[in-house]
């Protein structure tokens, strides 16, 4: 049994403020600062891939790390753990679970309080992802955000506190299982999505724009005119249910004709509804106008299947069908 460790950077290695910037802890460091993981006695295969803050990861770096894990499942890791900045942890962990292969674990952490700091959780976050990557019992589940003891599914998880350790949540389902005194206990075993065909290449992401809008009161529109001559897709985060002001309904409409215009919720959690409202500019009345409903998928998630679509060419048809396993 071995686990593969990947590193890049976050709160979890800072080591302080140097002269010219932030001193990183490397993941051996990291391991090192965690007595319970040499009681694991699973070896940690250490690759420090990043040091970064997480707002600087892209796609094509994640997808990078995903290439390198699957060589470490082939080479007998029976997980895989990446510590990262937690402001991206959410969508980087629905990123890996979109393209990922295998059976085996692959868990994402991070630590809200850094090494310097009274009561860092890194390391008990760090400990408790390794023990959910060796856990046959954590198989077959895809991308895994383990934080604060609790394992989250990532087509679920977001990260609702700005500081607090109890960032991790998800919403519309709860966590899927705790990990208590060591052991990894699985509550719910959510079935697996179909994933996207293939990895988007790096080019073909550069190529692909994707707009991410959220409507706010008294929404001019402004800048969704033109949109569709210099973006590929756009992702409408809508009031409530999926609603937005009758002015801008055929704006929509109009987008919708030249490119995906996807309907997701700013609300934070609860589904896109089809039938209740119908009203210009209503849930009911976009879905006609062509939008897609994004179900409860949440819109920074939303916005990247739909650039991972676009950038693997998905005909409309496959398209929509992927957003609907999300209903
Ligand atoms: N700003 C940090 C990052 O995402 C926050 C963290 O690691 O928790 O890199």
Same mark, same amino acid.
């Given at each position: 049994?071995?686990?593969?460790?990947?590193?890049?950077?976050?709160?979890?290695?800072?080591?302080?403020?140097?002269?010219?910037?932030?001193?990183?802890?490397?993941?051996?460091?990291?391991?090192?600062?965690?007595?319970?993981?040499?009681?694991?006695?699973?070896?940690?295969?250490?690759?420090?891939?990043?040091?970064?803050?997480?707002?600087? $990861?892209?796609?094509?770096?994640? +997808? @990078?790390? %995903?290439?390198?894990?699957?060589? #470490?499942?082939?080479?007998? /890791? *029976?997980?895989?753990?990446?510590?990262?900045?937690?402001?991206?942890?959410?969508?980087?962990?629905?990123?890996?679970?979109?393209?990922?292969?295998?059976?085996?674990?692959?868990?994402?952490?991070?630590?809200?309080?850094?090494?310097?700091?009274?009561?860092?959780?890194?390391?008990?976050?760090?400990?408790?992802?390794?023990?959910?990557?060796?856990?046959?019992?954590?198989?077959?589940?895809?991308?895994?955000?383990?934080?604060?003891?609790?394992?989250?599914?990532?087509?679920?998880?977001?990260?609702?506190?700005?500081?607090?350790?109890?960032?991790?949540?998800?919403?519309?389902?709860?966590?899927?299982?705790?990990?208590?005194?060591?052991?990894?206990?699985? $509550?719910?075993?959510?079935?697996? +999505? @179909?994933? %996207?065909?293939?990895?988007?290449? #790096?080019?073909?992401?550069? /190529? *692909?724009?994707?707009?991410?809008?959220?409507?706010?009161?008294?929404?001019?529109?402004?800048?969704?005119?033109?949109?569709?001559?210099?973006?590929?897709?756009?992702?409408?985060?809508?009031?409530?249910?999926?609603?937005?002001?009758?002015?801008?309904?055929?704006?929509?409409?109009?987008?919708?004709?030249?490119?995906?215009?996807?309907?997701?919720?700013?609300?934070?959690?609860?589904?896109?509804?089809?039938?209740?409202?119908?009203?210009?500019?209503?849930?009911?009345?976009?879905?006609?106008?062509?939008?897609?409903?994004?179900?409860?998928?949440?819109?920074?998630?939303?916005?990247?299947?739909?650039?991972?679509?676009?950038?693997?060419?998905?005909?409309?048809?496959?398209?929509?069908?992927?957003?609907?396993?999300?209903?």
């Amino acid at each position: 049994m071995s686990v593969a460790l990947f590193t890049l950077g976050g709160t979890i290695s800072m080591a302080g403020r140097t002269a010219d910037g932030v001193a990183r802890l490397t993941g051996a460091d990291l391991a090192d600062a965690v007595p319970g993981l040499a009681a694991l006695g699973v070896p940690l295969d250490v690759q420090d891939v990043e040091a970064v803050p997480s707002a600087n $990861l892209t796609m094509t770096k994640i +997808l @990078d790390v %995903v290439d390198a894990a699957s060589k #470490a499942i082939s080479t007998g /890791a *029976t997980g895989i753990v990446v510590t990262q900045g937690t402001d991206t942890l959410e969508e980087t962990a629905f990123l890996v679970d979109l393209v990922w292969p295998h059976a085996n674990p692959f868990v994402l952490t991070g630590a809200m309080r850094n090494p310097t700091l009274a009561s860092p959780d890194g390391p008990a976050n760090l400990l408790a992802a390794a023990q959910v990557a060796c856990s046959p019992a954590a198989r077959d589940l895809g991308a895994l955000v383990v934080f604060n003891d609790q394992i989250h599914a990532a087509r679920w998880v977001r990260k609702t506190h700005s500081t607090s350790t109890a960032t991790f949540a998800s919403p519309n389902a709860g966590p899927i299982g705790h990990v208590v005194e060591d052991r990894v206990r699985i $509550l719910s075993r959510p079935p697996r +999505l @179909d994933g %996207v065909p293939g990895r988007a290449e #790096a080019a073909a992401l550069e /190529a *692909t724009k994707v707009a991410l809008y959220t409507i706010t009161l008294d929404d001019d529109g402004l800048l969704l005119h033109g949109l569709a001559d210099t973006h590929q897709g756009l992702v409408v985060a809508g009031y409530g249910a999926g609603h937005v002001p009758s002015a801008l309904a055929p704006v929509l409409g109009d987008l919708a004709e030249r490119i995906p215009v996807v309907l997701t919720s700013r609300t934070g959690a609860g589904s896109i509804l089809r039938n209740t409202y119908s009203s210009i500019g209503s849930e009911s009345d976009l879905l006609n106008r062509g939008l897609i409903d994004a179900g409860f998928l949440d819109p920074h998630k939303a916005r990247l299947l739909l650039r991972h679509l676009l950038a693997t060419s998905t005909p409309q048809p496959d398209l929509s069908a992927t957003f609907a396993q999300h209903h």
